[in-house]
């Protein structure tokens, strides 16, 4: 599986630290930005990347970081194909890929440290999308 991540300036310290723990799990993993703390930038861009190359495989995943998480995941969720969420906890993160099949984890910096930030992002790559015919159903009619 290919990880994209993403953040904005204040996403970029938790998305260095995830970004190095996920180049040592050995996924995957692509950083599209910030590449340096720009105090100046705009989290829309990097929403627009990750979800751009998500979009085009099935089988990636996502992880957007700003202050909140919520910025991400308006921006994230204007692609086609893209169902990004706010997780805060691991438990947030299974429900979210096991129901809704969630391929964009969106975290807010602001609120989680990094300890709290690997167990979320561990969980959204780990945990399967349930099968179950009412999930499935649904899934379905969001597109």
Known sequence: MTVHIGADHRGFALKEFLAKR???AMHGTHDHGAISFEPGDDYPDFARAVSDAVAKDPFAR?????GSGAGMAIA?????????AVAHSSAEAHAARADEDL???????DHLDERAAWEIVHTFLTAPAAPDERHVRRRKKLG
């Open 22 to 24: 996920l180049f040592s």
């Open 103 to 109: 391929n964009v984890l969106c975290l807010g910096a």
């Open 62 to 66: 996502g992880i957007l970081i700003c």
């Open 76 to 84: 994230a969720n204007r692609v086609p194909g893209i169902r990004a």
